[in-house]
């Protein structure tokens, strides 16, 4: 992986043009289009039901607007597992999609956002990576960076210390519907990457 690119296939497929990328999840989908700064759309589905769902970006606004944007993981724990991590940032279709998707995986509700917050975040975080002269914002920075998008509070706060280990159980899902495993938190990284090589994704399939 190399954010926001993602080298294996993901329910987040990103067309530009004649090209198109995968993201690791739906913050990296739109972290793709922000970082090569073209118009283009993320194609991926709501993580509850699998329904199709597309947002496109035109002229820097994402659009359309329909959707929520749940990070689940609480950021400061993004990087114990950031494969885990990953398939937890998901989009839904809406708060009963997103309730649904916690219950089902016995995660607590995490931190929402409207589909052009979501972008804003990932043009601020992705906009300037081709840059000669990015480099990786340090903790005061990235505070100064979530503040500004008005995204605050515990689910957010990057310090502090960690409490129990993020849940065991990781859910997958492929073009066409969900898929249910439960592995340990140590295998979770081998177990997906396994599951990544072996999910077929048609990005030509309509
Ligand atoms: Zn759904």
Redesign the pocket.
């Known amino acids: 992986m190399a954010n926001p690119l993602s080298a294996v296939p993901s329910p987040f497929l990103v067309r530009m043009g004649g090209r198109a990328f995968f993201g690791s999840c739906v913050w990296d989908g739109l972290g793709i289009l922000a970082m090569l700064q073209a118009g283009g759309t993320l194609e991926t589905s709501?993580?509850?039901?699998?329904?199709r769902m597309s947002i496109d970006v035109r002229d820097g606004r994402a659009q359309p607007t329909e959707g929520i944007v749940q990070f689940a993981i609480p950021a400061k724990r993004w990087w114990e597992n950031i494969v885990f991590t990953w398939k937890t940032m998901l989009l839904?279709?809406g708060e009963e999609?997103i309730d649904?998707w916690c219950s089902q995986w016995g995660q607590p509700l995490g931190a929402t956002l409207a589909i052009e917050q979501a972008w804003r975040l990932a043009a601020a975080w992705y906009g300037n990576k081709m840059a000669p002269d990015w480099r990786r914002a340090g903790i005061a920075e990235t505070e100064a960076l979530l503040e500004g998008l008005g995204l605050g509070g515990a689910l957010w706060s990057l310090r502090g210390e960690l409490r129990s280990p993020v849940s065991a159980r990781v859910p997958t899902r492929h073009a066409g519907g969900v898929r249910h495993e439960a592995v340990s938190l140590a295998a979770c990284g081998p177990a997906l990457s396994g599951w990544l090589r072996a999910v077929p994704i048609h990005p030509g399939r309509q």
């Open positions: 709501c993580s509850c039901c699998g329904e839904f279709r999609h649904r």
